[in-house]
């Protein structure tokens, strides 16, 4: 069902009363601006407002297409961008994602900025606006116009994508905590890593196109006017987008560090048993020799005799006891 809600100022002022049906009428007005949300919105709607708005028909489409990249694109008359705010939740299991996606599109026009949400497919909360106007309200964006509502939105989605990724670094120094521990990493330990590993996947396809996104906006400035006082805030954000883009990247490196590290471990971990089990067949294999020797049907000195078992027993000892202390020097036992 189709959720709209929105504010309008005038002035510089909030005014009371907002109603979808006339932003037209508000985005005309010199002394006004308009945020318009959509949530869940129904095509038919979507459509009359963009004939009305004279929004680029593919734009329209591009909204509530499925599986859409982020991305920033200029229009003659407004500026159409789509991105996805992030979330990360404990998963379930270690088959379980961390990652909750949430993907707005917006239309930035001279006046005004309509967003248009999808409700996400696994029915889980979605991304909170209000965030967003509390943003835009401590930045003073009266006075900014449409540049600093865009602004609070991409600064609250850039925050929860820097949030995501410190779950996800959280994440990853819990498994090299694991991994060398000293009762040794747990069977899942290596679910988990791939688990991970995916969950980077998908966080670096949200996180690099945001540079796209953040430049195509902050330097063409075809929506309006962005004020020059805004400029230093995008230049920031920028960073931010710069900085969640790098550190995305090392610990894609980490994770993957750590998922050759626990192979090497368990190679290593072999080559110990390995070892182990070969000096203790090697010492095994003594007394099986002698007493094997002893059993043959043939004359030999000491044959039914008790010196013949003495002397068997003593070389089994003898050899055995040479070839423990060998081995333990050598750190094979």
């Not at 859409?68 to 939740?89: G, L, M, N, S």
Request: hydrophobic share 45%.
């Amino acid at each position: 069902m189709t959720e709209v809600r929105g504010r309008v100022w005038h002035g510089g002022r909030p005014q009371e009363g907002f109603s979808f049906h006339e932003i037209s009428n508000c985005l005309d007005d010199e002394g006004a601006l308009v945020w318009a949300d959509v949530y869940d919105p129904d095509q038919a709607a979507l459509d009359d407002l963009a004939a009305e708005l004279g929004l680029n028909v593919w734009a329209v489409e591009d909204a509530t297409a499925p599986k859409e990249r982020a991305k920033a694109t200029v229009y003659p008359t407004h500026t159409f961008f789509t991105v996805y705010a992030v979330d990360a939740v404990a998963p379930v299991d270690d088959t379980t994602s961390m990652l909750v996606k949430h993907r707005i599109s917006a239309f930035v026009l001279p006046r005004g900025l309509i967003t248009v949400r999808l409700p996400p497919p696994d029915g889980t909360d979605d991304v909170d606006m209000d965030a967003v106007s509390e943003r835009f309200d401590e930045l003073g964006g009266q006075d900014h116009g449409v540049g600093a509502l865009v602004h609070g939105l991409l600064d609250v989605v850039v925050d929860g994508h820097f949030e995501a990724v410190q779950q996800l670094d959280d994440a990853i120094e819990a498994l090299e905590d694991e991994l060398f521990a000293e009762s040794g990493p747990s069977r899942e330990l290596q679910r988990r890593t791939f688990r991970l590993r995916k969950d980077l996947v998908e966080l670096r396809r949200v996180v690099l196109p945001m540079r796209e996104v953040v430049s195509a906006i902050q330097h063409r400035r075809l929506d309006a006017k962005t004020s020059p006082e805004l400029d230093p805030l995008y230049s920031d954000l920028y960073d931010h987008v710069l900085r969640a883009s790098e550190w995305t990247e090392s610990l894609r490196d980490m994770v993957t560090t750590v998922f050759e590290t626990n192979l090497s471990l368990q190679d290593a971990r072999l080559n110990v048993v390995m070892k182990k089990l070969t000096g203790w067949a090697a010492i095994i294999a003594v007394p099986t020799a002698v007493t094997g020797f002893y059993g043959q049907n043939v004359q030999y000195p000491g044959l039914e005799t008790v010196h013949g078992f003495v002397v068997s027993s003593l070389i089994i000892v003898l050899l055995v006891s040479l070839l423990y202390v060998t081995f333990k020097r050598r750190d094979w036992l």
